[in-house]
């Protein structure tokens, strides 16, 4: 069981907007604006989409926006594309004396 | 621009060890942090351990504690991951990462295969 809740699978058509959410506690996602998603294409390594919460790396297309509200953080997806199918992963510096960072399940995204 | 290399794809025998490398270019390598973070088959992303190479200090997951081992050599830009006791769960591609100080992970290597089969 991972530490951080995300949905196992989500989906879209070509156009829309899309959600995905990543519930945490305190320890993490709720006591920090440290929450980055990845994006993870078959085969390849993550590659970071978001980071802090709501910020996005040189060359990320604005397409994707984060945001958070107490212990949830969320990615958002607009106007879909069919490359934006891939796994998201949702991750939180964690006040845990036993980890660092924490990730979350995994969510599939589908472009229908 | 970074790029993190990782060597190249292990099998092993349940009860033995792997070593990973992960060698950095393009950046300041001690300026980060590097962790490792390994991938199940079909499964999520799961932390094992970091290492600040400034510093060579190094901390793990629970989990891990006791069988995985990092390490950095600054001299080369390279960091390692060990990892000893393989059991099958323990097949997974394995990866480096570079991680800014909110630990975000801006830089992946490639992944490293590691196979555990009698």
């Known amino acids: 069981q991972s530490a951080l809740t995300q949905p196992a699978s989500v989906s879209g058509s070509p156009g829309q907007s899309i959600t995905i959410s990543c519930t945490g506690t305190s320890s993490d996602v709720g006591g920090y604006n440290y929450v980055s998603w990845y994006q993870q294409h078959p085969g390849k390594a993550p590659k970071l989409m978001i980071y802090?919460?709501?910020n996005r790396p040189s060359g990320v297309s604005n397409r994707f926006s984060g945001s958070k509200s107490g212990n949830t953080a969320s990615l958002t997806i607009s106007g879909l594309q069919a490359e934006d199918e891939a796994d998201y992963y949702c991750?939180?510096?964690?006040?845990?004396?036993?980890?660092?960072?924490?990730f979350g399940g995994g969510t599939k995204l589908t472009v229908l | 621009q970074v790029q993190l290399v990782q060597s190249g794809a292990e099998v092993k025998k349940p009860g033995s060890s792997v070593k990973v490398s992960c060698k950095a270019s393009?950046?300041?390598?001690?300026?980060?942090?590097i962790s490792w973070v390994r991938q199940a088959p079909g499964q999520g992303l799961e932390w094992m351990g970091r290492i600040i190479p400034i510093l060579g200090i190094a901390n793990y997951a629970q989990k891990f504690q006791g069988r995985v081992t990092i390490t950095a050599d600054k001299s080369t830009s390279t960091a390692y991951m060990e990892l000893s006791s393989l059991r099958s769960e323990d097949t997974a591609v394995y990866y480096c990462?570079?991680?800014?100080?909110?630990?975000?992970?801006?830089?992946w290597g490639q992944g490293t295969l590691v196979t555990v089969s009698s």
């Open positions: 393009g950046g300041t390598f001690s300026s980060y942090t």
């Open positions: 802090d919460v709501s």
């Open positions: 990462a570079r991680a800014d100080p909110t630990a975000n992970f801006d830089y």
């Open positions: 991750s939180s510096y964690t006040s845990s004396s036993t980890l660092y960072v924490v």
